[in-house]
Structures are given as structure tokens and as C-alpha cells.
């Protein structure tokens, strides 16, 4: 956004409370965020700028023999709060699905065996089983992502309908964004992380 002429802050915080941010009004953006109807009643969406992954995690000495939904009723599954999977999975009341801050208690709770599943973005996911080796030096061998996965979504960026500036800070980022695709930059950061 420094193209654009935007001097940006970034804050880290649980998904949840980033969601209830950008809803309210308090944050102007909430970054990585997918598209869905629900989000368009406080929400606009910038253009996409990466995919990624939704997937089930689970320990390695468990069997789950089938991802279908009418098959994962009698599993404890673990969602990030405020977090969209699939619309299929997110409207599927009948699943045994229990709220979690974030990836990193989501895979703590998988760990020692109080879930039985977590739906997680497999990059994020990932990474934070690597910074959770240091506390719990097997966790790498125990929990393994399965395939298929559960969703491939778009990343945009959700700009806060509330904000003053909405929608020029749509158009700019938009901007910004097809700039840095023409200038070839924005595949060398895709390539680079």
C-alpha cells in the first residue's frame, strides 16, 4: 500500500477478534480473508491476490476413513473462531465442531488428543506445527495434514464498509496490486515465500 501513498499499521490478533474489528469498524482491512456472502453485509473485497489450502488435520496414529460430511458426525473438530472453511462445511450443523482461538491452540488440542480433527490453511498450519516442535518435539510426526482438501479459497483483501475510506482504499489496492503483478514483483514474492 506504500505504492499507493498508504503509511499502513498492521496488527496481529486472534482471527475472531480481527473479523470483529473490521465488522465494527475499529480496523479499516482485515488481510487473508476469504469471500463469503455473510462477509459482503460488512465487508468489500479486493481483487484476489493468492490461493491457499483448507484442510484437515489429524494425529498420525488415528484413522479417519472417509472426509465425506455425513461420515465426520461422531468426530470432535476443531475450527478456528470466525474462520470460513467451505460453505459446506461451515453450514453443516450436524458436525461435532468446537471453536478454538487459533491454529496454534487448535494443534495443541489436536496433540493431546482433545480433537480428533482441526480445519486449518495448510501453509499457516505448517508452519506453526514447525514453532511448536520446540515445546513439543514430536508434534511433526503425530499430526499430518490429509487429502483431499476440504477447500481451495481465494485470499482478498476485506475492506470495512464502515471506514470513511473504503472504497478508495478498495481502488487503490486494487491498484497497487495489478501494478505489482504487470512490474513482475508480485510473482517474485510468490516465488520468494
Given at each position: 500500500?506504500?505504492?499507493?501513498g498508504y503509511d499502513t499499521e498492521l496488527t496481529i490478533m486472534p482471527w475472531a477478534r480481527?473479523?470483529?474489528?473490521?465488522?465494527d469498524g475499529e480496523c479499516d482491512a482485515l488481510a487473508d480473508a476469504f469471500y463469503t456472502k455473510d462477509r459482503t453485509q460488512w465487508a468489500r473485497f479486493s481483487a484476489p491476490y493468492g490461493e491457499v489450502n483448507t484442510v484437515f488435520f489429524k494425529r498420525t496414529d488415528r484413522e479417519i476413513p472417509s472426509l465425506l460430511m455425513q461420515d465426520l458426525k461422531d468426530y470432535r473438530i476443531g475450527i478456528i473462531r470466525g474462520a470460513a472453511a467451505s460453505p459446506a462445511f461451515d453450514s453443516d450443523t450436524s458436525l461435532n465442531k468446537h471453536q478454538?482461538?487459533?491454529?496454534?491452540?487448535?494443534?495443541t488440542m489436536l496433540y493431546a488428543d482433545r480433537l480428533d480433527l482441526l480445519v486449518a490453511e495448510d501453509i499457516p498450519a505448517l508452519y506453526q506445527i514447525q514453532q511448536l516442535s520446540l515445546q513439543y518435539p514430536n508434534i511433526d510426526n503425530e499430526i499430518q495434514a490429509i487429502e483431499p482438501f476440504l477447500a481451495n479459497n481465494e485470499r482478498h483483501l476485506a475492506i470495512s464498509k464502515q471506514s470513511e475510506n473504503g472504497l478508495t482504499i478498495l481502488r487503490d489496492f486494487n491498484r497497487g496490486l495489478i501494478q505489482l503483478?504487470?512490474?513482475?514483483?508480485?510473482?517474485?514474492?510468490?516465488?520468494e515465500y
Open positions: 500500500m506504500s505504492s499507493q480481527a473479523v470483529r474489528s473490521v465488522k478454538v482461538r487459533d491454529i496454534k491452540q487448535g494443534l503483478i504487470k512490474s513482475g514483483k508480485y510473482k517474485k514474492l510468490l516465488d
